[in-house]
């Protein structure tokens, strides 16, 4: 660092520099295994209906590093990270071959992720990360489709000095896009805005946070 900011008279401040060096170096290694997603779908007339689950997987890191802070040490270890089981279910109706409603439910359950550290201690760091997303496609002519789609933007964290603890901060994120057909030729182009905001509310001072985001 530079130093340390120190009072001095009548509202002055000076900057009292210390001499200090700190050298933290070393990799880490992860492994892990993701046996994917499962699915089912079913098709009744102009319904379809599906199911998916991502199965639960862990990821391991193994780490070793060197520390020098006046004086040398070396630390190694093993992290744990354990996902649960995760699932999702859809509807699409399509009421005519040119139109086509779709929407489902993600069941993103964050909340059951646990982290264990190289002293064996458990936490659990996430919030459940619920959300719903829905669009629709029209197709007015043979060779053009219009799309437009929602989503919620749900976070694994919740704001500071939230009304409803536990409660995980959430924004939106809409979807525009078309697509032409031309013999074998298809063109895809779609734009999404993302916006979320929130206020993390402390003793002292309220922080107001937003981010927009643009994808084309």
Do not use: M, Q
Not at 96 to 107: A, N, T
Not at 115 to 141: C, H, I, M, Q
Not at 183 to 197: E, M, P, T, W
């Amino acid at each position: 660092g530079r130093g340390i900011f120190k009072f001095k008279y009548n509202n002055e401040f000076y900057l009292d520099p210390l001499e200090w060096n700190y050298l933290k170096e070393g990799d880490s290694r992860y492994r892990g295994r993701y046996l994917g997603i499962v699915g089912v779908s079913y098709r009744w007339e102009r319904f379809i209906l599906g199911f998916a689950l991502r199965l639960p997987f862990s990821i391991r890191r193994d780490y070793e590093y060197s520390i020098t802070d006046g004086e040398s040490s070396f630390e190694r270890g093993t992290e744990w990270v354990y996902y649960p089981t995760l699932y999702s279910f859809g509807l699409s109706i399509i009421p005519s071959d040119r139109l086509i409603l779709s929407g489902d439910y993600i069941l993103n359950n964050y909340g059951g992720v646990r982290y264990k550290d190289a002293e064996g201690n458990e936490t659990k760091p996430w919030l459940n990360s619920n959300y719903y997303r829905f669009g629709v496609e029209y197709k007015p002519f043979r060779w053009l489709s219009l799309r437009w789609g929602y989503r919620e933007d749900v976070k694994v964290f919740a704001s500071e000095g939230a009304a409803l603890i536990g409660e995980p901060v959430s924004g939106s994120v809409y979807a525009f896009g078309f697509g032409i057909y031309i013999n074998n030729l298809v063109i895809d182009v779609g734009y999404i805005y993302g916006y979320i905001k929130y206020l993390d509310e402390w003793a002292s001072n309220i922080n107001c946070n937003y981010r927009k985001s643009h994808e084309v």
